[in-house]
């Protein structure tokens, strides 16, 4: 039995292709034809998107901008901030306020039948 070559066969119509050669010329030189391309991408590629990303910016400028303007009006100057403990607690004080809390009498509950009733 006949061993296999290491060496791919490539006819002699394909070495004469594109890509033939830039495989070729890939392996002597990789950062050349691979590095430098991929690094200029980035950066140019940065400078393209960065008017983008300041259209952005520029955009929430603007709606800050006129906000104030409607601050400046006096919309919503006087408002008062509501917080929910707050609310909560006045509708208790309220609540106590409308009750008698000074004349009261203790009254005993009723306990469970075999119930143990606390009185020494």
Not at 17 to 37: C, D, I, M, S
């Amino acid at each position: 039995m006949s061993t296999f070559s290491s060496k791919k066969y490539r006819s002699s119509t394909s070495q004469n292709t594109v890509g033939a050669r830039y495989r070729v010329a890939l392996n002597k030189h990789p950062f050349a034809l691979f590095g430098l391309p991929f690094i200029i991408t980035m950066v140019a590629g940065s400078f393209f998107l960065t008017p983008a990303t300041a259209v952005r910016y520029e955009k929430h400028d603007r709606r800050v901008q006129q906000m104030t303007k409607d601050e400046e009006l006096g919309i919503g100057k006087d408002r008062r901030r509501v917080d929910i403990n707050e609310e909560y607690y006045m509708e208790t004080l309220q609540r106590l306020a409308a009750k008698d809390i000074e004349n009261w009498e203790q009254k005993r509950v009723k306990r469970l039948p075999g119930e143990h009733d606390g009185v020494l």
